[in-house]
């Protein structure tokens, strides 16, 4: 599976995001925790561009009338009708059928790539 180096790891500062263009496809690049994680920039609901949605966290199970928030920095939003999802595997937080396409980043000498392909 071909690796499409795409930019530097210094272009992305901790907790930020940059989108790419990848044969004809955009899809965005989060660094979390020193990790680099990518995601299709389209909501699978309308087709937003979902990576430029807010990047925030959610609220984890907890007691009744309590609110324990967390996983911040993890979870981006789309930015129209608010669907959201863990950046870290392209997944929704509100059913196990839907997902936005995550792809495989690979780091070499500081350079970001995506690898494309099944």
């Keep these: 599976m071909p690796v499409h180096y795409v930019m530097k790891t210094s272009d992305i500062p901790e907790g930020g995001r940059a989108i790419a263009n990848v044969e004809g496809r955009e899809i965005g690049i989060y660094r979390i925790d020193g990790q680099y994680y990518a995601l299709h920039n389209y909501c699978p609901h309308l087709g937003a ?65 995506i690898v494309i392909g099944s």
Aim: with cysteine; hydrophobic share 30%.
């Design 49 to 113: 561009p979902l990576c430029v949605g807010a990047v925030c966290g959610t609220n984890l199970p907890s007691d009744v009338y309590e609110y324990e928030y967390g996983r911040g920095g993890e979870i981006v939003r789309c930015p129209w009708h608010g669907w959201e999802f863990d950046i870290k595997t392209g997944k929704s937080l509100f059913s196990d059928k839907v997902r936005t396409r995550s792809y495989k980043v690979e780091v070499q000498d500081g350079n970001i790539g």
